[in-house]
């Protein structure tokens, strides 16, 4: 199923795809003759499991059998949001293709993850919003895993157990908020030989609060597709235009860490939630992008941005940029 959260005649609605139409959840319940589920955004469905999954398919059915018992709303007059509006966290794989291993100085062996604030968060056709101060920013698209289940120290072999479903999210990337920044200085450690004494490390830092984490640098949706339409997600294809220009042609077949390895590492660590986001990362291919999304520069070329991945549909935003 492909279930959207959206904004239409003043309310905000949670609702499913019905051909190239939306429906609204609630008001298939009503045209059912049932009582709608106690759910008033997506996280709340997600925490109804397995019944709330078998509402939305009785609902769909019904829908299918019953056109014009059921308003059918146009998706060009709803304003959408991301699926899940609210995460408790969003999770981004660092880093996480094979084609990155090749510039890689030192790295560990095991996923590197940061968080993205639910703030940074915008829908389908929201607008990305870049200050000039920001200087250069640029795309990143990725597969986004939705969790279904609360959970801690999952095994990969169970991982997709806690899978509810899958959207599209452009890691928005601040190359200029990164490298200002960058830290590059000396930390101080126990020394191995006595731990009562330190000793100084030399490192390189940058966080990535700004540079990953600024207001609307996290486009999502247009869709969580439930993850029994999704038998694979390490075969699905990504493409990423800048205005009209291709700019990544990728699949998901070349992550160094596939999701049931990412979800065990970030389980040892971090609690999931119902609703909570991994971003897995830009899978690259060679193919037939004639230029890197790294030279994109939102900020300096403005937009729109357009985000395909198979069955998942095709995510677009336009950029305004703010000059004080």
């Not at 009582?35 to 609902?59: C, Q, Y």
């Not at 059915?61 to 408790?88: K, L, M």
């Not at 986004?144 to 991982?159: P, S, Y």
Request: aromatic share 8%; with cysteine.
């Amino acid at each position: 199923m492909k279930l959207a959260s959206f904004r239409y005649n003043g309310g905000d609605r949670l609702g499913f795809s019905a051909g190239d139409k939306l429906v609204d959840l609630e008001d298939a319940a009503r045209a059912m003759g049932r009582p709608v589920l106690p759910v008033a955004n997506m996280i709340d469905l997600i925490e109804a499991g397995d019944g709330g999954l078998r509402f939305v398919h009785e609902a769909r059915e019904f829908v299918s059998r019953n056109r014009n018992a059921v308003a059918q709303i146009d998706p060009t007059d709803v304003a959408w949001h991301p699926p899940v509006r609210r995460p408790s966290k969003i999770l981004g794989i660092a880093l996480n293709n094979t084609a990155s291993d090749e510039r890689k100085i030192s790295a560990p062996e095991h996923p590197m993850f940061f968080m993205k604030p639910a703030s940074s968060l915008v829908g389908h056709r929201g607008e990305i919003v870049v200050h000039g101060y920001y200087g250069s920013v640029h795309p990143e698209p990725e597969l986004a895993v939705v969790i279904g289940k609360e959970c801690r120290h999952v095994k990969a072999e169970n991982a997709y157990d806690v899978v509810y479903g899958y959207s599209i999210l452009n890691d928005m990337t601040g190359n200029a908020m990164r490298a200002e920044d960058r830290v590059h200085y000396y930390a101080l450690y126990p020394r191995k030989d006595d731990p009562t004494q330190v000793e100084r490390i030399e490192q390189h830092l940058s966080y990535a609060a700004r540079y990953k984490g600024s207001d609307t640098f996290g486009p999502m949706g247009p869709w969580l597709v439930t993850k029994d339409e999704v038998p694979d997600p390490h075969k699905l294809e990504v493409r990423c235009w800048h205005k009209d220009e291709l700019i990544a042609e990728d699949s998901t077949a070349y992550y160094k860490y596939p999701v049931p390895q990412a979800i065990e590492f970030i389980t040892r660590f971090h609690s999931l939630w119902p609703g909570d986001v991994i971003s897995m990362g830009t899978a690259f291919r060679p193919g037939g992008a004639k230029r890197s999304l790294h030279t994109a520069d939102i900020t300096k070329f403005g937009g729109p941005l357009r985000v395909e991945i198979t069955g998942l549909g095709m995510l677009e935003n336009p950029v305004r940029r703010i000059d004080p």
